[in-house]
């Protein structure tokens, strides 16, 4: 599983960061993917390296029939911290403790990661996402926020940064 301090070191301070040109660009989805899967946008502001494993997943869930599994589209990249960390977050910046401050900030802040089907799966919610469409995202080179100690059923971020 990525980090926030992974994301970071490679591509720097999101708040302060605005060549986001360098690792973030706006994603035409293939016209197949929204015609057979249509909660999902037909643009998507996410990190370069999101296409391919998004690609795969979406095109998992077409193969698989599971195109009904995603009922809404929540968002990708929100610069923000982790929720319930804000305030952590805003002690170590107000401290000049960036790196420090970086573990609070939320994957999406770097376009890494996306949240689908939030209102069933609320954070420290039990999740309700279909176990087969959570598969199709980790056969991708997603993790799942849903089997997480504080389960965040909606989200899933890269595994890996290349």
Same mark, same amino acid.
Request: with cysteine; charged share 20%.
């Given at each position: 599983? *990525?980090?926030?301090?992974?994301?970071?070191?490679?591509?720097?301070?999101p708040?302060?960061?605005?060549?986001?040109g360098?690792?973030?660009?706006?994603? /035409?989805? #293939?016209?197949?993917?929204?015609?057979? *899967? #249509?909660?999902?946008?037909?643009? *998507?502001?996410?990190?370069?390296q999101?296409?391919?494993?998004?690609?795969?997943?979406?095109?998992?869930? *077409?193969?698989q029939?599971?195109t009904?599994?995603?009922?809404?589209?929540?968002?990708?990249?929100?610069? /923000?911290?982790?929720?319930?960390?804000?305030?952590?977050?805003?002690? !170590?910046?107000n401290?000049?403790? !960036?790196?420090?401050?970086m /573990?609070?900030?939320?994957?999406?802040?770097?376009?890494?990661?996306?949240?689908?089907?939030?209102?069933?799966?609320g954070?420290?919610?039990? #999740?309700?996402?279909?176990?087969d469409?959570?598969?199709c995202?980790?056969?991708a080179g997603?993790?799942?926020?849903?089997?997480?100690?504080?389960?965040?059923g909606?989200? !899933?971020?890269?595994?890996?940064?290349?």
């Amino acid at each position: 599983m *990525i980090t926030s301090v992974q994301c970071y070191k490679k591509w720097g301070d999101p708040l302060t960061t605005f060549d986001e040109g360098s690792y973030m660009t706006l994603w /035409r989805v #293939p016209e197949y993917v929204w015609k057979h *899967i #249509p909660t999902i946008p037909r643009r *998507i502001y996410c990190n370069e390296q999101m296409i391919i494993p998004l690609e795969v997943a979406f095109l998992d869930v *077409i193969n698989q029939g599971l195109t009904d599994k995603i009922v809404t589209w929540d968002g990708c990249f929100q610069v /923000r911290p982790i929720r319930g960390y804000a305030h952590i977050f805003k002690r !170590f910046m107000n401290r000049g403790q !960036f790196e420090a401050a970086m /573990r609070y900030l939320s994957i999406h802040s770097w376009g890494c990661a996306i949240d689908i089907n939030q209102a069933t799966n609320g954070l420290g919610k039990v #999740p309700t996402m279909s176990k087969d469409l959570v598969k199709c995202f980790k056969d991708a080179g997603f993790d799942w926020g849903g089997e997480w100690k504080r389960p965040d059923g909606m989200h !899933f971020q890269l595994t890996y940064l290349t």
